[in-house]
């Protein structure tokens, strides 16, 4: 039920193309290990399969040397490449400051929060994304969730893009 769940259900409503590369979906598997107890590593690596089949033209190879030309923080330059490589138009990102506004622009990449991505893509395709919602709390059984439940685990870190559905659900 978390955020991933949510912008790739928005992506399964082809309101964006998702981009990331093998190294990225690593980068993925490690941080889930670190920061929830008790995780089956088998279940992370179905939930990536399932991503990767869900989206088969999300990954992109960026060659070693195009990651080497990025100049955004060494440790996510992978990341900045993948989105090159990918004619991605936004990297989605709490952690803005790992890519300055003054490399990737240039690059025609933009930086953004989810909320602030989120909040952009309902504004241009409302419906498409309040039916993506409804999908994906279909989706949920155990326990059964409304649209509503899900706008309430998210309104502490997505507050602009919860504001604008429950403005239109009104």
């Known amino acids: ?64 040397r195009l990651v080497s030309r990025m100049r955004n923080d060494p440790g996510d330059r992978h990341v900045l490449a993948a989105a090159v490589a990918g004619n991605a138009q936004a990297i989605v990102t709490w952690n803005m400051r790992h890519f300055p506004i ?21 504004a241009d395709s409302p419906e498409a994304v309040e039916s993506a919602l409804s999908r994906q709390v279909a989706r949920y059984t155990a326990p059964p969730m409304t649209v509503d439940d899900l706008l309430a685990r998210h309104v502490d870190r997505l507050p602009s893009f919860i504001a604008a559905v429950r403005a239109r659900r009104t």
């Open 1 to 64: 039920m978390g955020l991933r769940d949510t912008l790739l259900s928005v992506a399964q409503a082809d309101v964006f193309r998702p981009i990331w590369s093998l190294e990225i979906l690593a980068e993925v598997r490690r941080s889930i290990l670190r920061s929830v107890p008790g995780v089956e590593p088998a279940r992370i690596d179905r939930m990536l399969d399932d991503m990767q089949a869900a989206f088969p033209d999300a990954t992109v190879s960026p060659c070693p």
């Open 102 to 122: 003054s490399v990737c622009r240039p690059l025609g990449i933009a930086v953004c929060s989810p909320d602030e991505f989120l909040a952009r893509a309902h």
